[in-house]
């Protein structure tokens, strides 16, 4: 089992920034990919951005250039730097893990709301 516990959501104006965290209950080298994901009111939950164990990183289209995922091994954190934000980019973000051969793990989510 692998516990996610996400923070630094919050209000911000657009053109502002913001920093999640993601912390794991497990060591980061066992977890094949790590993401960001989010949800807005009334839609799908969509991929924001991707680690993967290698190092190498993907990201939806509409945060490229803006948001930047890393990670901190030591600290077992992920972490998502989001800047230029957008009021587009409000949503509900979560963190997610995924390990071979197991379901993906899922954090409780963390709002973020941009304003115009």
């Known amino acids: 089992q692998v516990q996610l516990v996400e923070s630094g959501g919050g209000l911000v104006q657009a053109g502002g920034s913001l920093r999640l965290s993601c912390v794991t209950s497990i060591s980061i080298a066992s977890i094949h990919v790590m993401g960001w994901y989010r949800q807005a009111p009334g839609k799908q939950r969509e991929l924001v951005a991707q680690?993967?164990?290698?190092?190498?990183?993907n990201y939806a289209d509409s945060v490229k250039g803006r948001f930047t995922i890393s990670r901190d091994s030591a600290k077992n954190t992920v972490y998502l730097q989001m800047n230029s934000l957008k009021p587009e980019d409000t949503a509900v973000y979560y963190c997610?893990?995924?390990?071979?051969?197991?379901?993906?793990?899922w954090g409780q989510g963390t709002q973020v709301t941009v304003s115009s």
């Open positions: 997610n893990a995924l390990k071979a051969l197991a379901p993906p793990y």
């Open positions: 680690i993967i164990s290698s190092g190498s990183t």
